[in-house]
């Protein structure tokens, strides 16, 4: 009785886990569940935190540095004299503290403007995992939608090839077609079977992606009115989104600040030269110091001066080291203006052409329903013959794809189009939320 008490138990909450897996969800919901659960944005914000404590390290140099000394050893000594042998055994203790203050180490201060930025880096870093984890929430949810649509699509046109396959065999019973007919509409038919299969397991995969972001497997997802409000990017000329992308891409942004860094490891290794100056505060208590004395204290305060000569060639190599690496970062902050540019003109691109491509789609989707209607009136009265109502079948079945993929592509041409030039945030994803339907 316990057993099945057990059983029912699991089955209730495995029931009860499944329901409230398969509410209703939209993008901003599955946005904000991605904020939660992401492992690639959870990383982001661990290295924010990893960004904060170089800094606090490289202020530690600037600090006091404050140390404790303890020792405690046994001396055993053995003297031979004309009266024969001294032996003698004493324990000394010894304990001190040392302040050290620098007070010239230019490389310190060097390395506390090297922990700022790259403490900067990091927020940096922080900001570009959350405008690429609002795209991939983007894509991975219009993924979702486009295999739903497309799956719909194909289930559609198996409808329309069952309808006149069945169509192709009463026809061919009455005498009015030949058996070709039958035969092209079966493979037809069948070939759709196995679109139907592929687009199932794609729309599978899709799913299983966004619930990688997500942490849990997606409902039923809102999907994208028929009226779809596609407008312009404003400013309406490419030239200034590419010069504000070129400034103020997030990558661009932490290249510069990786040339800020290289200089300042220039500046360290060069500093290494110079002599340093610490203000150096001491007190030692030694207990049994000597035979003949039991208790010593020892004050000192003083200035230290240290000054390399010869390393061995190790300061030199670094300081070289450090400017090739230097010119490296410049070659790479170059690298990456270029980038950024490429990518403004590739979501221009997709934003203007996407929106020509949908407009054009939606008028050939229509002429293509008209087609469809037209060539199955003219099968029934014999104008036209199987093969041609096949054709215009799936070619309207694949104008829908497109049209679906279109729009979902433009959406997100424009989600990345605010993403290079650093602005794409979370009133973006609320914006084409409400395109969604209720």
Do not use: C
Not at 298 to 323: D, H, N, T
């Amino acid at each position: 009785m316990t057993g099945v008490r057990r059983v029912v138990i699991g089955a209730t909450m495995l029931l009860e886990g499944i329901i409230a897996q398969a509410h209703d969800s939209d993008l901003l919901q599955t946005y904000q569940q991605a904020l939660l659960h992401d492992a690639q944005y959870a990383a982001a914000k661990a290295n924010q935190r990893v960004g904060q404590e170089q800094w606090i390290q490289g202020r530690a140099w600037l600090l006091p540095q404050v140390s404790l000394d303890a020792q405690s050893h046994w001396m055993e000594s053995d003297y031979q004299v004309a009266a024969g042998n001294i032996q003698q055994r004493r324990q000394n203790r010894s304990y001190g503290i040392q302040l050290i203050q620098p007070v010239f180490r230019w490389q310190n201060w060097v390395q506390f403007q090297q922990g700022g930025l790259q403490r900067a880096l990091a927020q940096i870093h922080l900001q570009n995992a959350g405008q690429t984890l609002l795209l991939r929430v983007a894509q991975t949810y219009f993924e979702v939608l486009n295999a739903t649509d497309v799956l719909e699509a194909i289930q559609d046109l198996r409808t329309a090839d069952a309808e006149q396959l069945a169509s192709a065999r009463k026809n061919f019973e009455l005498g009015n077609v030949s058996i070709a007919d039958v035969h092209e509409a079966q493979a037809s038919f069948d070939r759709t079977t196995a679109q139907l299969i592929k687009a199932r397991s794609d729309l599978e995969l899709a799913r299983f992606a966004l619930a990688r972001i997500t942490g849990q497997h997606p409902g039923t997802l809102r999907g994208l009115s028929d009226d779809l409000p596609l407008v312009s990017p404003q400013p309406a000329e490419i030239d200034a989104w590419i010069r504000a992308a070129q400034r103020y891409s997030l990558d661009v942004q932490a290249q510069e600040l990786l040339l800020g860094i290289a200089d300042t490891e220039v500046r360290i290794r060069k500093a290494e030269h110079l002599p340093s100056v610490d203000l150096v505060i001491s007190q030692n208590m030694q207990q049994n110091p000597n035979a003949n004395t039991e208790h010593a204290d020892i004050s000192s305060i003083g200035l230290r001066l240290s000054m390399p000569l010869y390393s061995g060639g190790r300061i030199g190599s670094a300081a070289r080291e450090a400017l090739a690496l230097h010119e490296q970062t410049e070659f790479e902050l170059e690298d990456a203006r270029r980038a950024a540019a490429l990518a403004a003109r590739e979501a221009w691109s997709g934003v203007m052409d996407g929106m020509a491509q949908v407009k054009a789609l939606e008028a050939a989707k229509a002429s293509a329903r008209l087609a469809v209607a037209s060539n199955q009136l003219g099968y029934k009265v014999g104008v036209r013959v199987g093969i041609d109502v096949l054709e215009v079948q799936s070619k309207f079945s694949d104008i829908v794809q497109q049209l679906s993929r279109a729009r979902y592509d433009t959406l997100l041409a424009q989600l990345r189009l605010k993403a290079v030039v650093g602005v794409l945030n979370q009133d973006d994803i609320v914006e084409v939320n409400a395109m969604l339907n209720d």
